[in-house]
């Protein structure tokens, strides 16, 4: 069975690191994109960016390149979204997501709540 | 402000059809046949009801379907269960291994 757990709600001041994680399980992690998902409270999804795991290949929504960085652990099948400087602005929730071989996203995590304040 | 424009809400009564549009461009949508839908119920994950165009998943109703003209994608609901009250969110595929969501429908079941 096909999971992704990721790792629990983070409570951070602006201005801290943060890096968040998204464990698989039950398939070939270095054989599927695993995508990250950004959703602000009460808004839509919104695609950050995808890596693949065999080769760390990575690709970004530019309207989050440079805002963080999505990497991979493939001796623990878990990707990562991190951030070096979080701002109130990035508190929402964020959902890791495996990408099929057709580009859809067939399994999802339950979802990162990260909530930024002073 | 995203690339695919869904109509904010739609609503239906029990047993009746509601199709709901998500209009992109030559660039995302009209451009290749890499569409998918997913649902998502309130404090819930998105989960994925249709993809490319017109297929579903293992386990999804097929109540649920798709369809595609020109730069305009829908999903259609047929026989709408009370269950069938969520968000939906259609996606579309814009190369570079890169994906575009459409702004969200909220489905009402009256």
């Known amino acids: 069975e096909v999971q992704l757990v990721q790792s629990g709600a983070e409570v951070k001041k602006p201005g801290e690191s943060l890096k968040i994680s998204c464990q698989t399980s039950?398939?070939?992690?270095?054989?599927?994109?695993i995508g990250w998902v950004r959703q602000l409270p009460g808004k839509g999804l919104e695609w950050m960016g995808i890596?693949?795991?065999?080769?760390?290949?990575?690709r970004y929504n530019p309207s989050f390149q440079g805002q963080v960085t999505i990497s991979a652990d493939n001796s623990i099948s878990t990707a990562y979204l991190q951030w070096s400087s979080v701002k109130a602005t990035d508190t929402a929730i964020y959902y890791c997501?495996?990408?099929?071989?057709?580009?859809?996203?067939?399994?999802w995590g339950r979802g990162t709540l990260v909530t930024v304040s002073s | 402000q995203s690339a695919l424009t869904q109509p904010p809400a739609a609503s239906g009564s029990p047993g009746q059809s509601v199709t709901i549009s998500c209009t992109g461009t030559?660039?995302?949508?009209?451009?290749?046949?890499?569409v998918s839908w997913y649902q998502q119920h309130p404090g819930k994950a998105p989960k994925l009801m249709i993809y490319?165009?017109?297929k579903r998943p293992s386990g999804v109703p097929d109540r649920f379907s798709g369809s595609k003209s020109g730069n305009t994608a829908s999903l259609t609901v047929s026989g709408l269960q009370a269950e069938d009250e969520a968000d939906y969110y259609c996606?579309?595929?814009?190369?570079?291994?890169?994906?575009?969501f459409g702004g969200g429908t909220k489905l009402t079941v009256l």
């Open positions: 997501a495996r990408r099929a071989a057709a580009p859809r996203l067939d399994y």
């Open positions: 039950g398939y070939i992690f270095t054989n599927f994109w």
């Open positions: 890596i693949y795991p065999g080769d760390s290949d990575t």
């Open positions: 030559s660039s995302n949508i009209g451009n290749n046949n890499y």
């Open positions: 490319d165009v017109t």
């Open positions: 996606s579309s595929y814009t190369g570079s291994n890169n994906l575009e």
